[in-house]
Nanobody, 114 residues
Framework: VQLQVSGGGLVQAGGSLRLSCAASGRIFSDDVMGWYRQAPGKKRELVAAFTSGGTTNYADSVKGRFTISKDNAKNTVYLQMNSLKPEDTAVYLC?????????WGQGTQVTVSS
């Protein structure tokens, strides 16, 4: 399975962006699928993800601002990012995990200017 990421870019603080992650194969309801990010000099951190139980997890720093969703028919996961802050600036990566598979998409740069 390959993951194709799109939707990053440059936005002013307070603005919005939507990231998309399209899987080349079918995604299943019990897949772990979500978004991580890594800023320069910092560790990679979970932003938002669907758990294997179908629930969602969010980093405290993005709760209330970011929303993860998925379209099973399109094998795609989205990350809607609102009220962006300069500290959200990072490379965002998509992840898909299931038994026997760990897949990462290419990163997409999100830059939020103040």
């Amino acid at each position: 399975v390959q993951l194709q990421v799109s939707g990053g870019g440059l936005v002013q603080a307070g603005g919005s962006l939507r990231l998309s992650c399209a899987a080349s194969g079918r995604i299943f309801s019990d897949d772990v699928m979500g978004w991580y990010r890594q800023a320069p000099g910092k560790k990679r951190e979970l932003v938002a993800a669907f758990t294997s139980g179908g629930t969602t997890n969010y980093a405290d720093s993005v709760k209330g601002r970011f929303t993860i969703s998925k379209d099973n028919a399109k094998n795609t996961v989205y990350l809607q990012m609102n009220s962006l802050k300069p500290e959200d600036t990072a490379v965002y990566l998509c992840y898909l995990g299931r038994w026997g598979l760990d897949a990462w998409g290419q990163g997409t740069q999100v830059t939020v200017s103040s």
